[in-house]
């Protein structure tokens, strides 16, 4: 702001940070299995409506708050979750997955020897850990092995992670690579270069907040 300093906006950031959560009715800290738990792959799969020769997973009941909160629009809609289509993974691949699912360490980015095992380049690869909040997201969806699955995420799980309401629609590409990059915004993209919206939320409360102290305390005319 004009004038102010920028610590105070950090400061009551932190300050409204408990109370923010609260009014939302979920916890200071979500696990990766509290966010994706309901939308994991063993609850079911129907073919894809969008994608011929894809399939997509269906919803199980909410088993966490958080699932709660960003279902609740959907409450009473007979419908499945949006971009939530199962990538189609080799029998080679799966069985890479499979491979760090049982040895890599979680939220850490395997290590050389798994690298060297498989013959791989690719910078980092990351085992999620089911109890812990997941890494911040990339706009690769293969830098990330599902908690309990041998898989990358969906686009949907990737909007979970990064708060966004079941009920955002995502339009596009699924992926998209080389030259295209600089043309095209696929789904993975828009979701991993945007800031999370329950982020936005509070930090648009604060703006608000500050803005309206800040008018209070000028001088009239």
Do not use: W
Not at 79 to 107: C, M, Q, V, W
Request: proline share 5%; with cysteine.
């Amino acid at each position: 702001m004009r004038g102010g300093d920028a610590k105070s906006f950090f400061s009551n950031l932190r300050a409204r940070k408990g109370r923010f959560l609260k009014s939302k009715g979920i916890m200071d800290t979500i696990s990766t299995m509290e966010a994706l738990s309901d939308l994991e792959k063993k609850h079911g799969e129907i073919s894809s409506q969008e994608t011929p020769n894809f399939n997509m997973g269906v919803y199980s009941s909410p088993k966490s708050n958080y699932q709660k909160l960003l279902r609740q629009k959907i409450v009473g809609r007979d419908l499945l979750p949006d971009s939530h289509r199962f990538t189609n993974h080799s029998a080679k691949i799966i069985g890479k997955f499979k491979y760090i699912l049982e040895n890599a360490k979680r939220n850490k980015s395997i290590d050389e020897s798994i690298k060297s095992r498989f013959n791989t380049k690719k910078r980092s690869v990351t085992e999620l850990d089911k109890n812990k909040p997941s890494p911040t997201l990339t706009t690769l969806p293969d830098d990330y092995v599902h908690y309990s699955e041998p898989r990358i995420l969906t686009v949907r799980e990737y909007a979970r992670l990064q708060s966004f309401d079941d009920s955002f629609e995502f339009k596009g590409k699924y992926t998209t690579g080389g030259d295209r990059r600089v043309k095209e915004v696929p789904r993975y993209t828009q979701i991993g270069n945007a800031i999370p919206p329950l982020c936005g939320e509070q930090v648009g409360g604060v703006f608000l907040k500050m803005c309206k102290n800040y008018v209070r305390k000028q001088p009239t005319i």
